[in-house]
């Protein structure tokens, strides 16, 4: 890994610890152990269990989209759903990045503004995707945060990695990075 990569690794722990500090019970395991490590509280030690019990039960929050652009609920039904919501928070950090990058694409658009003339602004756009039988279905925004259950964070952090170093895959749990 670059200096430049792990850098931008560094500082996404950083938010994550900050996240963290914040919002315990949205941690994974090994959230909790570097906490513990950093911090030392063993009034928290005991959380782990139900951290885990807590992540693997998490649920998708109720949307309606059978109005929307994508009609994501009609694609989509609750139990595609809950599977979804499941299927994502079994996974360990790393895996949980690269299902987002596989899910969403960005990219950005250079377009004239009429009102300043030349300036030229750019908009960055968001594609988000669910399988259905392997084919990739354009689904809206909330309706994927929603059913996986996520803020907009996760999504972002991921992006942003890969937006620098279009190359790098997330390939180490945040223990593993931590051991080094
Ligand atoms: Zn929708």
Not at 105 to 120: A, D, E, L, M, N
């Amino acid at each position: 890994m670059t200096k430049e990569c792990e850098d931008i690794v560094e500082q996404e722990f950083e938010d994550i610890e900050i996240e963290k500090e914040q919002e315990i019970e949205v941690g994974t395991e090994e959230d909790n152990n570097l906490v513990r490590w950093r911090r030392g509280q063993p009034e928290k030690w005991k959380r782990n269990v139900s951290v885990k019990k807590r992540k693997l039960s998490k649920k998708p929050l109720a949307i309606d989209c059978s109005k929307c652009k994508f009609k994501c609920s009609i694609t989509f039904n609750e139990d595609y759903r809950v599977q979804l919501c499941r299927e994502y928070w079994s996974l360990d950090y790393a895996q949980q990045k690269n299902f987002i990058l596989s899910r969403v694409s960005q990219y950005s658009v250079k377009r004239h503004v009429p009102i300043t003339g030349s300036r030229i602004a750019k908009q960055t756009f968001k594609n988000y995707e669910f399988l259905n039988d392997n084919t990739p279905i354009r689904v809206c925004k909330p309706f994927f945060l929603k059913t996986l259950s996520i803020s907009h964070g996760p999504v972002d952090k991921a992006l942003k990695v890969i937006m620098k170093k279009p190359e790098f895959i997330f390939t180490q749990t945040i223990e593993e990075r931590r051991n080094q």
